[in-house]
């Protein structure tokens, strides 16, 4: 890739300048950093300081350029040259040059690629929240089996023939009503659990005498 960028200078003379007889440009730029490009024109030739002057008199002015590059650029392999120049005597003590300089070897940067975010369907919030509800059912499955498990772990062998329940607690259960149902005593219900802590949703261990 190539990019062309003008440049626009005045010249004073410290003389009078009737007519200038030569002129020749040169530059030393080139890539400072990395992506700063620094140097200097040079500017010189000969000139008259009246139309019957057979002497000439020399001149040279060097002239600093910086410039930086967009950094969307790659300008590792750039060069840097003059693709044209001309000037102009404005006055008898002023030059005017304008200057284009070529850029070759810019490669633009490539941009990261950004992963698309997934966009989550309502599809997929439904399936998300019954996996959760199966999930949340087979734990507490699990836990009411841990429960009856550790209570026969601790049994007696004598005690066999006792059958033990997990009661959980409603809205509208009462120590009595709960003594009713399963036909037992306030002691039997207080062997497996804190009645002091009768909260819905808690479970109670029953144990059933069938003899």
Known sequence: MKKLIPFQKELIFKNYVHEITSISLEHNLKLKEKNQISGEFII???Y?????????DPFEYKIPFDISI???YDATNIEVDINDFYYELINNETLSVNIEIIIDGLEEKEEPTVPKEKTITQNDK???EETREETQTIEQTANDEEITKSIFENLDENERYS????HVITENDTIDSILQKYGITKETLETYNDLNDMQIGNKLIIEVNEN
Request: positive net charge.
């Open 44 to 46: 010189s030739g000969t």
């Open 48 to 56: 008259k300081m009246t139309e019957a002057s057979i002497n000439v």
């Open 163 to 166: 059958v033990y329940k997990v």
């Open 126 to 128: 439904e399936i998300k």
């Open 70 to 72: 967009d950094k969307k």
